[in-house]
């Protein structure tokens, strides 16, 4: 089992670019979190994704959307980049019946972005 | 909102010495309660856990009992080892779909 994976590992962007950023769950996970992680910071939850739909979403600016394919695999896209994104995004699965009870996230390594 | 405090790091501790990572949260009711590490070039990984009142949750030495009259859940080692540098995050369950809100980590050094 290869665990959460994310891709690519590091990447550098201007401002006003655009970035996508990819995930593919744990074997047998459903659903798929993103979070960023500022420098010093603990992560903060961007958004949830289940059955291909956004389930829920944290206090971030449209600018940041996402998608999750039938595989459950997940993008996260960040438009006009500002310098205040650069960040470690982090990716998180876990199996989501849709019910409200806890199901241990898994965590990937991040992927760095950095601004320019 | 709920919010998660953790002490500041780093710590820097010799190795064998006790360990306390200090966390306090604010919420709503009465939520789960996580520690996750996070080693260098590393994603996160769940430590321990504990989901009521007075529930203590344990992994590899480490200990955090769940205190609601202090809201707090504080993190204890015995003995620390080299191996165990890293940093630490605590985070509540927030209501809805299991997500986490974290606090901002302490940095644990340790030195042989």
């Known amino acids: 089992d290869a665990g959460v994976t994310q891709s690519p590992t590091h990447l550098i962007k201007t401002r006003g670019q655009q970035v996508t950023l990819r995930c593919s769950p744990k074997?047998?996970?459903?659903?798929v979190s993103w979070y960023q992680q500022a420098l010093g910071q603990g992560p903060q939850f961007i958004f949830q994704y289940y059955e291909e739909e956004e389930r829920q979403r944290g206090n971030f600016p449209d600018r940041f959307s996402g998608h999750q394919f039938p595989n459950y695999s997940s993008e996260l896209n960040v438009n006009a980049l500002w310098l205040g994104d650069s960040a470690l995004y982090l990716c998180?699965?876990?199996?989501?019946?849709?019910?409200?009870?806890?199901?241990?996230?898994?965590f990937g390594p991040g992927t760095r972005l950095t601004v320019l | 909102g709920n919010s998660v405090t953790q002490m500041e790091g780093p710590v820097t501790l010799s190795e064998e010495a006790f360990l306390t990572i200090n966390c306090t949260y604010t919420?709503?009711?009465?939520?789960?309660l996580f520690w996750y590490v996070q080693y260098p070039g590393e994603g996160l990984q769940l430590l321990l856990k504990?989901?009521?009142?007075?529930d203590k949750g344990s992994n590899k030495g480490f200990e955090a009992t769940y205190r609601k009259e202090t809201t707090s859940f504080h993190l204890e080692k015995g003995s620390v080892q080299v191996s165990d540098s890293a940093v630490y995050f605590c985070a509540l369950l927030n209501s809805g779909y299991s997500t986490l809100t974290f606090g901002k980590g302490t940095m644990l050094l340790v030195s042989p």
């Open positions: 074997s047998g996970h459903d659903t």
């Open positions: 919420a709503t009711g009465y939520p789960s």
């Open positions: 504990a989901t009521k009142a007075d």
């Open positions: 998180a699965s876990s199996s989501g019946s849709g019910a409200r009870s806890y199901n241990e996230q898994f």
